[in-house]
């Protein structure tokens, strides 16, 4: 039973920092399946109905929710209870009428932004690495696990806006300066701003950019921080937006 336990729950106290949950409510918590979304920005699907939405008294109906197909991730039906819900992640339960989109705030925890249902036609995605896989051919993959193989030249770091569940990319933002972008690390995680400058460090050290905020503040934070929302605005409604 032990080692069952280790596999498929954690100790509430050691759940990653970025998890919106009470650490002394219970003893354990599920731990999300290795997938789509590393541990560590992520939350399995049954603590996102039991703990932050509040769908589910227990695990047991928030499993029989998840079982019975209420619940869509991305467009399409999830019914594993452990599935990793991340970043960027778009959220329906269509029998509810309500949709969101999974954000962090200022602490860096991951939220649920409730969204209009018209935006849950699309999701940004982050390109974090590209492969040529023959001429004109590139593969891309991105932060949420997912890989499209297109013509297009687009860049690590640019964000693409993604129809789904088509999977076809509509728009592309590139990583630049002048784009607007969701700072998702640091101590000025849940910010938003404009790039004013992107250094490249020649040293071994990462390189950062320079955001000004909209009250013309303007801060460095590192480049892997920065999530590229729209060119000049953000095209997604965020926390705190009235």
């Not at 050290?205 to 921080?225: A, C, G, H, Q, S």
């Amino acid at each position: 039973m032990a080692n069952m336990g280790s596999r498929k729950h954690l100790k509430r106290f050691k759940a990653p920092k970025n998890w919106s949950i009470h650490p002394k409510e219970n003893k354990w918590t599920v731990k999300p399946s290795p997938g789509s979304h590393a541990i560590e920005d992520s939350l399995s699907l049954l603590i996102v109905i039991r703990d932050i939405l509040g769908l589910a008294d227990n695990a047991r109906e928030a499993k029989r929710i998840i079982n019975t197909g209420k619940i869509l991730v991305d467009g399409r039906v999830i019914k594993d209870y452990k599935f990793p819900v991340g970043f960027m992640d778009i959220i329906e339960i269509p029998e509810n009428d309500e949709t969101f989109r999974v954000l962090p705030d200022a602490k860096g925890r991951l939220t649920l932004h409730v969204i209009v249902k018209e935006n849950a036609k699309f999701k940004l995605c982050k390109v974090s690495n590209k492969t040529t896989i023959e001429a004109g051919k590139f593969q891309l993959n991105f932060h949420d696990g997912r890989n499209i193989i297109t013509d297009e030249e687009i860049s690590v770091g640019d964000v693409i806006n993604l129809k789904i569940p088509e999977q076809e990319i509509a728009e592309v933002y590139g990583f630049e300066e002048g784009s607007t972008v969701l700072v998702t690390g640091g101590k000025h995680t849940g910010e938003i701003g404009k790039i004013n400058e992107i250094v490249i460090n020649k040293s071994s050290n990462p390189n950062t950019i320079v955001v000004e905020n909209k009250n013309n503040d303007t801060f460095v934070t590192l480049r892997d921080y920065a999530f590229v929302i729209g060119k000049d605005e953000s095209i997604i409604s965020l926390p705190g937006d009235k």
